[in-house]
Nanobody
Framework: QVQLVESGGGLVQAGGSLRLSCAASVSFFNLNVMGWYRQAPGKQRELVAQIVRGGRTNYADSAKGRATISSENAENTVNLQMNSLKPEDTAVYYC??????????WGQGTQVTVSS
């Protein structure tokens, strides 16, 4: 099993920035994909950004130019830097990982609230 612990959520003003972090309980050598999803009340969970083994990154159109995903391999941690935040970015953000040998794992989520 993989445990994922998110941190860094909070309340920010529109136009501000936040940096989310996700620490995995296993080495990144055992993970093929790590990413961030978000879910707003009454809406489906959606991908924000992900990083794949080899360093390739993918972003939702709404996040391109405002979000950057990166990894700290020695710390088994993935980060999401979000700038120019908008009220529509308000959601619970979930860390996600795919194990090398199969299985999807999710963190408990961290709340991001952007005030207008």
């Amino acid at each position: 099993q993989v445990q994922l612990v998110e941190s860094g959520g909070g309340l920010v003003q529109a136009g501000g920035s936040l940096r989310l972090s996700c620490a995995a309980s296993v080495s990144f050598f055992n993970l093929n994909v790590m990413g961030w999803y978000r879910q707003a009340p009454g809406k489906q969970r959606e991908l924000v950004a992900q990083i794949v083994r080899g360093g390739r990154t993918n972003y939702a159109d709404s996040a391109k130019g405002r979000a950057t995903i990166s990894s700290e391999n020695a710390e088994n941690t993935v980060n999401l830097q979000m700038n120019s935040l908008k009220p529509e970015d308000t959601a619970v953000y979930y860390c996600h990982a795919v194990h090398k040998y199969g299985g999807d794992y999710w963190g408990q989520g961290t709340q991001v609230t952007v005030s207008s």
